[in-house]
């Protein structure tokens, strides 16, 4: 079967039609359309970024490379992708760059970063994704033009995209995607001898085994992170020491597990916080959010009423440009207040949650209310009940 096939048959066995899984990708809808009825090849990227996204396992880059196969030798623009014809022009264009051109577009993809990471802790995903994908385009690009030393440099951005598309994909529950782009962080990071970016992937990975519940893997991962002590700013160590911790929730260790958040609390970030990484990564991780987290593990610690105190006074404390982060505390509040046999409070936060899922696109922030909604089955007949599971049944995937 070709690629244009492939394509069409894995949508229609996952369910999945062109605009949802352009939103995916994420890219223009109309490509997809052209991609699965023949009339486009894609490029090398964008079949490794379907057949990851569709659970192809290789299938459609298969497919791609038989399809290109096929048409080797042939030049004609109508028998040459209009993707990889752009690729071609913009990795032309690239190479044919002053260092001061390459230097003022390296300049320009770094302020975006910063400016991406706001929106994205501002707005959530949904606003934030497209920015990232379409510049590690750019970025892909560029490092197929330059040589070192100015490559070493290009790695170095590459990396820290990639990292945040796995961020971004992570926080819009789509782990498939979060794993692939950490790893790619992990290679530019590695090409790039960036030792601190090494130790944020793993910290990131860490954070990816959290929704499996796999302890282990976290309480490794974390420690792993943890072995460029030497170099490592002090809200990065905390945002690692806080994966620890949950670790420890998990596992029944109570003790261990705060002892480990009040150690984080000594090397938080500020809690002034722009909110753009401008200070590095793990700025986000201040004393409000740190306390957030200890009202997390203290659910997983099956202590329910101490997590409602604890988040109440995070919540208060989350600056406003933390906003996805309210809508975590909210869920895991809502969650606890179900646990204690509060059901009207329950639903109540519990629709506060929503609504900054709904804005943010934050699919993970949608898939800790879930669980709320079931937990509060037995009371379907209150009011507040009613409200949450009508607007979860209105709402669509994030």
Not at 4 to 9: Q, S
């Amino acid at each position: 079967m070709n690629f244009a096939g492939k394509l069409a048959a894995l949508m229609a066995e996952c369910g999945i039609g062109t605009r949802a899984l352009a939103r995916r990708v994420p890219c223009d809808a109309a490509l997809i359309s052209r991609l699965a009825h023949g009339r486009q090849r894609p490029s090398a990227q964008m079949a490794r970024r379907l057949d990851e996204v569709l659970g192809a396992g290789g299938e459609l880059v298969s497919a791609a490379s038989a399809s290109g196969a096929k048409l080797a030798g042939s030049q004609t623009a109508a028998e040459i992708s209009s993707g990889v014809v752009a690729e071609r022009a913009m990795r032309a264009r690239l190479g044919a760059f002053s260092a001061v051109q390459a230097e003022e577009l390296i300049s320009h993809l770094n302020e975006q970063w910063h400016a991406l990471v706001k929106a994205d802790n501002l707005l959530g995903p949904r606003h934030a994704l497209p920015g990232v994908i379409n510049n590690l385009g750019v970025i892909d690009a560029l490092l197929r033009a330059v040589r070192v030393p100015v490559r070493d440099v290009v790695v170095g951005l590459a990396a820290r995209y990639a990292e945040s598309a796995a961020w971004l994909y992570e926080d819009s529950a789509d782990m498939a995607s979060a794993r692939y782009w950490t790893r790619r962080a992990m290679e530019w990071a590695m090409e790039g001898n960036d030792r601190l970016m090494v130790s944020w992937t793993l910290f990131r990975r860490s954070q990816q085994a959290a929704p499996d519940r796999d302890s282990a893997q976290m309480a490794a991962l974390a420690a792993a992170a943890r072995r460029e002590m030497d170099v490592l700013p002090g809200p990065m160590l905390a945002a690692i020491l806080q994966q620890e911790a949950h670790a420890h929730a998990l596992d029944g260790q109570e003790r261990a597990c705060h002892a480990t958040l009040d150690r984080a609390h000594l090397v938080a970030a500020a809690t002034d916080d722009p909110g753009d990484a401008s200070a590095g990564h793990g700025s986000f991780c201040t004393p409000a959010y740190l306390e957030m987290q200890r009202g997390a593990c203290w659910l997983a610690l099956g202590k329910p009423s101490r997590a409602i105190t604890v988040l109440e006074g995070s919540i208060r404390a989350l600056p406003p440009a933390s906003r996805r982060d309210c809508g975590v505390a909210l869920s895991r509040q809502a969650a606890a207040l179900a646990a204690c046999g509060e059901p009207i409070q329950a639903a109540t936060v519990a629709l506060r949650a929503l609504d900054i899922a709904r804005a943010s696109g934050s699919g993970r922030v949608l898939s800790m209310i879930i669980p709320v909604s079931g937990k509060l089955t037995p009371h379907s007949q209150i009011q507040e009940v009613t409200r949450l599971r009508d607007a979860l049944a209105r709402t669509e995937a994030v």
